[in-house]
């Protein structure tokens, strides 16, 4: 079993830049897909990215590709969402979340799940 802690959040201008970090507990964390989803008020919960075990595949939502990068310290069971570029509409509660089975894009259902961190992005 996996405990996530995700840190990072806050608020941010439009066009400017957060990194995300989500701190696992547990010996087994390198062995896990890793992912980052988020959910706005009022909104279905959204996939924003997720990376493979090894780190060599990444995989991101239509609305982040091209401003957001995934990336994982096995070492520090530790992974990363840099966001870059940011817009008000990528306002919501960001979630880690983790599972050793793994399906490519937005189908992917991870049993494990931090308790998020709000990022607000200012117009």
């Known amino acids: 079993q996996v405990q996530l802690v995700e840190s990072g959040g806050g608020l941010v201008q439009a066009g400017g830049s957060l990194r995300l970090s989500c701190v696992a507990s547990?010996?087994?964390?390198?062995?896990?897909?890793m992912g980052w989803f988020r959910q706005a008020p009022g909104k279905e919960p959204e996939f924003v990215a997720a990376?493979?075990?090894?780190?060599?595949?990444?995989y991101y939502g239509d609305s982040v590709k091209g401003r957001f990068t995934i990336s994982r310290d096995n070492a520090k069971n530790t992974v990363y969402l840099q966001m870059n570029s940011l817009k008000p509409e990528d306002t919501a509660v960001y979630y880690c979340?983790?599972?050793?089975?793994?399906?490519?894009?937005?189908?992917?259902?991870?049993?494990?799940w931090g308790q998020g961190t709000q990022v607000t992005v200012s117009s």
């Open positions: 979340a983790g599972d050793t089975a793994f399906i490519a894009g937005s189908k992917w259902s991870p049993s494990y």
């Open positions: 547990g010996r087994t964390f390198s062995s896990y897909a």
């Open positions: 990376i493979r075990w090894s780190g060599l595949s990444t």
